[in-house]
C-alpha cells in the first residue's frame, strides 16, 4: 500500500485483523488485535467478533469474556453475531451462569434473539 502512496488507517487495520481470523491465520490476527489496543485503533464489532471467535474456538474461554469487556469498555455496542458467537463459546464452556447472563444483556440491549 505505501507504495501506491495509501496510508493504512483504523479500518483498514480492522478489516485485516478480521480477513487474518477467518482464514485461519491466528498468529497475525492477534498480534495486529495486539497493537491495535496499544495503538488504541478504532475497531468495531465485526473485529472483535472475530477475535472472540478466535478465542472461543482455541479453547480461551476468559479471553472470549475479556475481549467482550474490553468492547464494552471502549464504547463498542454488541451486534447480534457478537453475541451469539460469546453465547456459543460460553456453551461449549459449560459455563450456563455466564450463558444467561450474556442472554440477558443481549435482551437488554433491545436486540432480539436469533
Known amino acids: 500500500m505505501a507504495?501506491?502512496?495509501?496510508?493504512?488507517?483504523?479500518?483498514?487495520?480492522?478489516?485485516?485483523?478480521?480477513?487474518?481470523?477467518?482464514v485461519g491465520n491466528v498468529d497475525m490476527a492477534l498480534r495486529l488485535y495486539d497493537r491495535s489496543r496499544?495503538?488504541?485503533?478504532?475497531?468495531?464489532?465485526?473485529?472483535?467478533t472475530t477475535i472472540i471467535k478466535i478465542y472461543g474456538t482455541s479453547g480461551n474461554f476468559n479471553g472470549c469474556l475479556t475481549v467482550f469487556e474490553e468492547m464494552k469498555a471502549l464504547?463498542?455496542?454488541?451486534?447480534?453475531?457478537?453475541?451469539?458467537?460469546?453465547?456459543?463459546?460460553?456453551?461449549r464452556a459449560n459455563r450456563p451462569w455466564?450463558?444467561?447472563?450474556?442472554?440477558?444483556?443481549?435482551?437488554?440491549?433491545?436486540l432480539t434473539p436469533g
Open 3 to 22: 507504495a501506491f502512496g495509501v496510508e493504512q488507517d483504523d479500518v483498514t487495520y480492522a478489516v485485516m485483523i478480521d480477513c487474518y481470523g477467518r
Open 98 to 110: 455466564q450463558v444467561k447472563s450474556i442472554y440477558q444483556q443481549l435482551l437488554s440491549s433491545g
Open 75 to 91: 464504547g463498542v455496542k454488541p451486534n447480534l453475531v457478537c453475541y451469539n458467537t460469546l453465547l456459543d463459546a460460553m456453551g
Open 38 to 48: 496499544t495503538e488504541k485503533w478504532q475497531l468495531g464489532a465485526v473485529t472483535f
